[in-house]
């Protein structure tokens, strides 16, 4: 199998670029939007982004499904990037300037919705395509590397400037909206060059017609048990981030009383080092397996998250800035040790069985990271109301109460520190080595 041209790699990697934009923008700010923008109440908030996300992961198989069975001049693949890439970046700028003339709860939930769908479209056919660009664990690893680098872009651009963005226009919903025109379009560059970029990368072409179904999906994930435990990490470690980055806007607001611009350089500084530390990373996976990598890279965010506890707010920002920059190290090892993991458990399909189903499995696989986003979004809102929060329309601060304060740091450090020492547990069954992997 001859290697992947750089092209490609960089090309590819600019699709992550893209949705990380629109991932990071509305984690960080979306339901803060909701509930001090639009005055919508933070379990409502909660629960409408909980319906988007169950919608999404319904869809996600069905995506896989289409995708293997589509046939253009493009590949099976590469056209759906461009018709989900240039909805989902619509769909995001709609989300940050509703309109006025229905209730804030009906057209948040539309914009949800629509977004939901043309992220799925783009996104299933998207991960689908490493597994198809190489046989080789390493160059695959490589072609994860450089998503990771570029996630790391979209999380700068989405989590730091950003909220800057916001704050540098003045605040308020306007504000809001005005950031996401100016990002929405940058994303959307970034996914037609992504589009145009991978002509002529490898794709593979299926030699038997295989049907999908609900027993055939089941069935599917039984039996590849790698893939199984993979998902399994995979929906813990993305529920941890999920419920932490949608909280950490309210835990540097209420606990240590900053505004957004801190938030952003916060987010600014882990995010450079996510992309710095990837060679490091890269340099450990020849030498050591990457479920192992994993958990180290686990434990380490763990002990980062946790250690807010001794944080207050006369901490300095040398020190929330320090944690920034060691979270980034571990975050950069847990965001390419498990998509990397991804396309290996495919191959390991591919040479049980001699079917090439890449979207089914990329369909499945971003069931549970939907389904992990759901749950974790809609638990951050859920909590926060159980907490007391108390929402507005004006944008100011409210002050809030101990106990809800004290809810805010439960949120943001101690939960995603235990859900993610727990996602190390499923690893421990995962047996596939690279070695094992047939190469063409």
Not at 243 to 260: D, G, T
Not at 394 to 420: D, K, N, R
Request: hydrophobic share 50%.
């Amino acid at each position: 199998m001859k290697m992947i041209q750089q092209k490609h790699v960089l090309s590819w990697g600019l699709g992550s670029l893209g949705v990380a934009i629109f991932f990071n923008t509305q984690t960080v700010l979306l339901t803060r939007f909701m509930t001090d923008e639009l005055g919508i109440a933070a379990g409502v908030a909660g629960l409408l982004l909980l319906l988007s996300k169950l919608y999404d992961a319904v869809t996600d198989p069905l995506m896989g499904w289409i995708t293997d069975r589509t046939k253009s001049k493009w590949g099976r693949r590469r056209p759906w990037l461009i018709i989900g890439g240039v909805g989902s970046a619509m769909a995001f700028i709609y989300l940050f300037n509703v309109p006025s003339n229905i209730s804030v709860i009906t057209a948040i939930f539309i914009g949800l919705i629509a977004y939901s769908t043309f992220y799925t479209i783009f996104n299933v056919p998207y991960l689908a395509m490493p597994a198809e660009m190489s046989t080789l664990p390493l160059e695959r690893t490589r072609l994860v590397a450089w998503r990771v680098r570029a996630i790391g872009m979209g999380q700068l651009i989405g989590s730091s400037f950003a909220p800057m963005m916001v704050f540098w226009f003045g605040g308020g919903r306007s504000a809001h909206g005005k950031m996401a025109i100016i990002l929405g379009f940058v994303a959307m560059i970034a996914i037609i060059f992504c589009f145009l970029g991978t002509k002529g990368a490898n794709q593979t072409v299926p030699k038997l017609k295989t049907k999908l179904s609900l027993k055939d999906s089941t069935k599917l994930i039984l039996e590849n048990k790698p893939f199984l435990f993979l998902i399994i990490t995979k929906f813990l470690q993305l529920t941890a981030t999920a419920i932490m980055l949608a909280s950490m806007a309210y835990f540097f607001q209420h606990w240590l009383k900053r505004e957004f611009n801190d938030l952003g350089l916060y987010f600014a500084i882990s995010s450079v080092i996510i992309i710095l530390v990837q060679p490091f990373w890269m340099s450990l996976v020849k030498k050591y397996s990457k479920a192992e990598l994993y958990q180290v890279a686990a434990v380490g965010y763990a002990l980062i998250s946790l250690s807010w506890y001794f944080s207050d707010p006369q901490t300095g920002m040398f020190w929330i800035l320090f944690r920034s920059s060691l979270y980034g190290i571990f975050a950069g090892g847990l965001l390419l040790l498990g998509q990397a993991m991804l396309p290996d458990t495919i191959h390991y399909d591919w040479q049980q069985t001699g079917l090439r189903r890449e979207g089914i499995f990329a369909g499945l696989y971003t069931t549970a990271e939907k389904l992990s986003f759901a749950i974790g979004g809609a638990m951050a809102g859920l909590f926060l109301q159980y907490f007391g929060y108390q929402s507005s329309q004006s944008g100011e601060v409210v002050i809030q109460s101990s106990t809800t304060i004290s809810g805010i740091y439960f949120l943001a450090a101690v939960m995603p520190a235990l859900l993610m020492l727990l996602s190390c547990v499923p690893l421990k069954y995962y047996r596939l080595k690279e070695n094992d992997l047939a190469q063409e």
